[in-house]
C-alpha cells in the first residue's frame, strides 16, 4: 500500500512539472535578440509588445555601459521608440506635444521629424480630420535586431496600432538606435506605409541601416 501511495506521489509530481514547463502565456510572447556580428553572440529576452499608457515609461534612456551599445539595451531601446512613436501619432493627430529632445540628439534628424509632426497635423487641421483623436497606441516588435562592430546600433522594425474614437489603422516604422555618452537615442527613424509623409519625402521602399545618414550634409540638403 505504501508503495503504490509513493509511485502515485511521484507520477502526481511528474505530471505537475511537465505542465509547468510546457505551458505558455500568449500575453507575455517574447523576442530573442542577439548580436548577429559579435564572436560571442549574447542574446536576451524583451516583450514583443507594449499597450496602454506609456506616461510611466522613464524619460532618460541610459545605456548599460557609457560608450558602448550592448545586447543587453534591447528593452530600453526598444521603449524609447515605443515611446517616440505614441507621442507621434498624438502629436500629429491631437495636437499634443512632443519633446523631440527626450529621443533625439541630431539636429538634422530633429529638425526634419518636427517639420514632419507639423506637416501632418496641419494637413489633418485642413482636411477637418483632427476632431477623430488618438486614443491609445497598441506596439509590436516585428523585428529587433543589434547590429556591431566600430559604430554598433539597435535596428526597430516595429508595428503600431492607433486606436482612434472611430476606428483604427496600423502602421510599420523602423528606427535606428545608438549610445551617446551613455544615453540612448534615436539616429533615424522611417515610416514605410504608402503616402506617408517619409515616403513622399524620403521616397518609398528605403533600406535603413545607416546610422549616420543625418550628418551627412549633402544627403540632408535633398529633404529640404
Not at 540628439?105 to 521629424?113: A, F, G, I, R, W
Not at 535586431?145 to 496600423?170: M, Q, T
Request: one cysteine or more.
Amino acid at each position: 500500500m505504501k508503495r503504490a501511495y509513493l509511485l502515485l506521489m511521484i507520477v502526481l509530481t511528474l505530471s505537475a512539472c511537465e505542465q509547468i514547463n510546457t505551458s505558455t502565456n500568449e500575453d507575455n510572447t517574447a523576442v530573442v535578440v542577439g548580436d548577429t556580428n559579435a564572436k560571442d553572440s549574447k542574446n536576451t529576452e524583451i516583450s514583443l509588445s507594449i499597450k496602454g499608457d506609456l506616461s510611466k515609461v522613464p524619460t532618460e534612456f541610459l545605456a548599460q555601459n557609457q560608450s558602448d551599445l550592448s545586447a543587453w539595451d534591447s528593452e530600453t531601446a526598444y521603449k524609447m521608440c515605443a515611446e517616440a512613436l505614441s507621442g507621434y501619432y498624438k502629436a500629429i493627430w491631437n495636437g499634443s506635444d512632443i519633446d523631440l529632445d527626450t529621443y533625439i540628439d541630431n539636429e538634422n534628424l530633429k529638425q526634419y521629424t518636427q517639420k514632419k509632426v507639423s506637416s501632418q497635423y496641419d494637413l489633418f487641421l485642413k482636411n477637418k480630420l483632427t476632431y477623430n483623436q488618438v486614443t491609445g497606441v497598441d506596439i509590436d516588435a516585428r523585428q529587433v535586431e543589434y547590429v556591431g562592430g566600430d559604430k554598433s546600433f539597435y535596428y526597430l522594425k516595429l508595428d503600431a496600432r492607433v486606436h482612434k474614437d472611430i476606428g483604427n489603422f496600423a502602421e510599420t516604422t523602423e528606427f535606428l538606435v545608438q549610445n551617446l555618452n551613455g544615453k540612448l537615442v534615436i539616429v533615424d527613424w522611417y515610416t514605410s506605409s504608402k503616402d506617408s509623409y517619409d515616403s513622399t519625402v524620403r521616397g518609398e521602399i528605403q533600406t535603413i541601416n545607416n546610422p549616420d545618414i543625418w550628418n551627412n550634409s549633402e544627403w540632408v540638403s535633398t529633404m529640404n
